[in-house]
Nanobody, 126 residues
Framework: VQLQASGGGLVQPGGSLRLSCAVS????????GGWFRQAPGKDREFVAAISWRTGITYYADSVKERSAVSRDSSQNSVYLQMNSLKLEDTAVYYC????????????????????WGQGTLVTVSS
């Protein structure tokens, strides 16, 4: 399966962005979708995920009150809506696909993802 992330850009603090991840190669219906990010000089970290099996969503504490991950099986896509963006949200955001259906402990571990998109840059700056 191949993934293509898009929707990044420059946004002011407090603004919003919706990241999209288009999946091709096969149906995304049996993959969980995950979002990770890597800020300059830092390791890649988990942001959010949605289970293919249950539809349950999982979030990192740093974004859970400000974000929503969703999927559209008909479009073979997964999305990440981010609101009230902060300077520390600046990073390259990656989408990924996992055959695991959960739980959080599994889906927050990037080693459990089989395929990755190329990343889209989100810059939060005034």
């Amino acid at each position: 399966v191949q993934l293509q992330a898009s929707g990044g850009g420059l946004v002011q603090p407090g603004g919003s962005l919706r990241l999209s991840c288009a999946v091709s190669g096969r149906s995304f219906s049996t993959y969980s979708g995950g979002w990770f990010r890597q800020a300059p000089g830092k390791d890649r970290e988990f942001v959010a995920a949605i289970s293919w099996r249950t539809g349950i969503t999982y979030y990192a504490d740093s974004v859970k009150e400000r974000s929503a991950v969703s999927r559209d099986s008909s479009q073979n896509s997964v999305y990440l809506q981010m609101n009230s963006l902060k300077l520390e949200d600046t990073a390259v955001y990656y989408c990924a696909a996992s055959t695991f259906g959960g739980p959080m402990l599994v889906l927050r571990n990037q080693r459990n993802y089989d395929s990755w998109g190329q990343g889209t840059l989100v810059t939060v700056s005034s």
